[in-house]
């Protein structure tokens, strides 16, 4: 297969990439701050974690699916049908009923969602070379740090001056300039070949986590219904193992994992799909319902995490320089536990610009690591086998951010049920489901401090997975060894 394009043609294509790639960017944190008044319309407050987690769930599993059949089929159908699938849905979600129903219609958008990273990252590689590719690679990370910026502020003004549907149909026009650039520019010779699709492995890994996401959110339901989703997880997680060993192109490479960079990057993104995420979900929550301020300080405060990630990627390469790789890919990740750890200093009285400090504070941390692991898997494996290797960090750190939104709701949950008698719970939830949602908490001075500690808790296990993180950078191999060359950075990467 082989990309045609002229020099203005390419310019073109990286404005429908930066187009699909902010839409995906700016989901997460725009509905992360508009979530408290979306339950509070519907109820249903059990279910908060299920919105972030079912457009997780389809992202993820469906991630290594589209990477395949952009393979065998092409780059502009398999990206235009994921964009016009995740519009679909993006539809549907404005016209919800309930909880229930925006879950199921923010599955769709994830399965929509799966297609647009992997696939524009690796038409960023067909588009340009190693030299330049580093450049424009740049302009989407500073576009996909830029949007996650512009998210929480416009859904906190969209929340309170217009309506929550609009935080999903914003994406529309966008979306469909985006898909006009890709059919009108995007020009390509696919060879006709025949690559077996793992299907039956995709299956039965969206059946695997499912059933687990299942157990870690709805730890306090039935017994029966944790051993039934325990069994068919051991049941389904073991017949996906036994099929990626005899697939001929499996879903999930288990040599390639075997890798010892490859293991401990893709581990590293991993909890950093957990750390983003938990404090995607999880700050709002209590810049609103115990400090009590509005959506628009909320989005603020968890604006400065992002903002902290462009900046760093921006010096990444002058760390390199100064300290080497490890040594600035261990500087930079210490950095992770010192940002939570200011979250566990958070009282009623606070200011939100302390949060703000720590949630900048991840940020770098969160920066640096993930782009420094990016390039050590990119550069050590030959060409044929980046896009693999790419979609393995891009699958880690988007189960890491599934299981992190079901783990920090139910810590949440449990929280509620420890620090309170039922009764207290009892007003909790309703404050929670009323429309008014977390700004009605504010009068019930018994319900804030129940909040607080319950939130707390939950920091407490951001701030134990940041730890972790920092950690996993100490075990990355920087320089390799066997067929693995050492890493070089090129120059046009910290341009």
Same mark, same amino acid.
């Given at each position: 297969?082989?990309?045609?394009?002229? $020099?203005?043609?390419?310019?073109?294509?990286?404005?429908?990439?930066?187009?699909?790639?902010?839409?995906?960017?700016?989901?997460?944190?725009?509905?992360?701050?508009?979530?408290?008044?979306?339950?509070?319309?519907?109820?249903?407050?059990?279910?908060?974690?299920?919105?972030?987690?079912?457009?997780?769930?389809?992202?993820?599993?469906?991630?290594?699916?589209?990477?395949?059949?952009? =393979?065998?089929?092409?780059?502009?159908?398999?990206?235009?049908?994921?964009?016009?699938?995740?519009?679909?849905?993006?539809?549907?979600?404005?016209?919800?009923?309930?909880?229930?129903?925006?879950?199921?219609?923010?599955?769709?958008?994830?399965?929509?969602?799966?297609?647009?990273?992997?696939?524009?990252?690796?038409?960023?590689?067909?588009?340009?070379?190693?030299?330049?590719?580093?450049?424009?690679?740049?302009?989407?990370?500073?576009?996909?740090?830029?949007?996650?910026?512009?998210?929480?502020?416009?859904?906190?003004?969209?929340? =309170?001056?217009?309506?929550?549907?609009?935080?999903?149909?914003?994406?529309?026009?966008?979306?469909?300039?985006?898909?006009?650039?890709?059919?009108?520019?995007?020009?390509?010779?696919?060879?006709?070949?025949?690559?077996?699709? =793992?299907?039956?492995?995709?299956?039965?890994?969206?059946?695997?986590?499912?059933?687990?996401?299942?157990?870690?959110?709805?730890?306090?339901?039935?017994?029966?219904?944790?051993?039934?989703?325990?069994?068919?997880?051991?049941?389904?997680?073991?017949?996906?193992?036994?099929?990626?060993?005899?697939?001929?192109?499996?879903?999930?490479?288990?040599?390639?994992?075997?890798?010892?960079?490859?293991?401990?990057?893709?581990?590293?993104?991993?909890?950093?799909?957990?750390?983003?995420?938990?404090?995607?979900?999880?700050?709002?929550?209590?810049?609103?319902?115990?400090?009590?301020?509005?959506?628009?300080?909320?989005?603020?405060?968890?604006?400065?995490?992002?903002?902290?990630?462009?900046?760093?990627?921006?010096?990444?390469?002058?760390?390199?320089?100064?300290?080497?790789?490890?040594?600035?890919?261990?500087?930079?990740?210490?950095?992770?536990?010192?940002?939570?750890?200011?979250?566990?200093?958070?009282?009623?009285?606070?200011? $939100?610009?302390?949060?703000?400090?720590?949630?900048?504070?991840?940020?770098?941390?969160?920066?640096?690591?993930?782009?420094?692991?990016?390039?050590?898997?990119?550069?050590?494996?030959?060409?044929?086998?980046?896009?693999?290797?790419?979609?393995?960090?891009?699958?880690?750190?988007?189960?890491?951010?599934?299981?992190?939104?079901?783990?920090?709701?139910?810590?949440?949950?449990?929280?509620?049920?420890?620090?309170?008698? $039922?009764?207290?719970?009892?007003?909790?939830?309703?404050?929670?489901?009323?429309?008014?949602?977390?700004?009605?908490?504010?009068? =019930?001075?018994?319900?804030?401090?129940?909040?607080?500690?319950?939130?707390?808790?939950?920091?407490?296990?951001?701030?134990?997975?940041?730890?972790?993180?920092?950690?996993?950078?100490?075990?990355?191999?920087?320089?390799?060894?066997?067929?693995?060359?050492?890493?070089?950075?090129? $120059?046009?990467?910290?341009?």
């Amino acid at each position: 297969m082989s990309v045609h394009a002229t $020099p203005r043609q390419r310019a073109y294509l990286v404005c429908a990439i930066m187009m699909s790639t902010f839409m995906v960017a700016v989901e997460s944190t725009i509905v992360a701050t508009a979530m408290p008044s979306i339950v509070g319309r519907f109820g249903g407050f059990e279910h908060y974690s299920w919105v972030f987690s079912s457009f997780l769930l389809a992202q993820t599993t469906t991630t290594v699916i589209y990477g395949k059949l952009a =393979d065998i089929f092409g780059r502009k159908p398999a990206l235009v049908g994921g964009i016009l699938l995740f519009l679909i849905g993006s539809v549907m979600c404005g016209f919800a009923w309930s909880m229930l129903s925006l879950v199921a219609f923010r599955l769709l958008q994830g399965i929509g969602a799966g297609a647009i990273q992997p696939i524009t990252i690796t038409l960023v590689g067909d588009l340009y070379r190693l030299e330049e590719r580093g450049k424009v690679q740049g302009f989407v990370a500073s576009v996909w740090a830029g949007s996650a910026v512009v998210g929480p502020l416009v859904g906190g003004l969209l929340v =309170d001056y217009a309506s929550w549907v609009w935080i999903f149909w914003m994406n529309i026009p966008i979306g469909l300039l985006a898909v006009a650039g890709f059919c009108l520019f995007l020009h390509e010779q696919v060879e006709a070949r025949e690559s077996p699709i =793992d299907y039956p492995g995709a299956v039965l890994l969206t059946i695997a986590i499912g059933s687990l996401l299942l157990i870690l959110g709805e730890s306090g339901g039935s017994v029966w219904l944790l051993i039934t989703c325990g069994v068919v997880f051991v049941l389904s997680g073991a017949a996906f193992v036994w099929q990626e060993r005899r697939a001929a192109e499996p879903i999930v490479s288990f040599d390639l994992w075997r890798r010892r960079l490859l293991a401990t990057c893709n581990t590293t993104a991993l909890l950093l799909g957990v750390l983003l995420i938990g404090f995607t979900t999880i700050l709002p929550l209590y810049v609103q319902g115990v400090l009590g301020y509005s959506p628009i300080v909320a989005g603020l405060t968890l604006t400065m995490l992002i903002l902290g990630w462009p900046i760093s990627v921006s010096q990444s390469a002058r760390l390199f320089r100064a300290f080497g790789i490890r040594g600035a890919l261990r500087i930079v990740s210490a950095i992770l536990p010192v940002g939570a750890g200011i979250m566990l200093f958070l009282t009623p009285g606070s200011h $939100p610009a302390l949060a703000g400090v720590g949630s900048f504070l991840v940020g770098i941390g969160m920066g640096t690591t993930s782009f420094t692991c990016i390039v050590l898997i990119q550069e050590s494996v030959e060409w044929s086998m980046r896009g693999s290797a790419t979609a393995s960090n891009i699958f880690a750190r988007n189960l890491g951010s599934v299981l992190g939104a079901t783990v920090a709701g139910a810590m949440l949950n449990i929280g509620l049920a420890y620090y309170s008698t $039922p009764a207290i719970a009892g007003r909790v939830h309703e404050a929670l489901n009323q429309p008014a949602g977390l700004a009605g908490m504010a009068a =019930d001075a018994t319900s804030v401090t129940v909040f607080d500690q319950a939130l707390h808790l939950t920091f407490w296990g951001i701030f134990a997975v940041a730890l972790l993180t920092a950690a996993a950078t100490w075990l990355i191999p920087v320089q390799l060894s066997g067929r693995d060359k050492p890493i070089e950075v090129a $120059p046009s990467l910290g341009e």
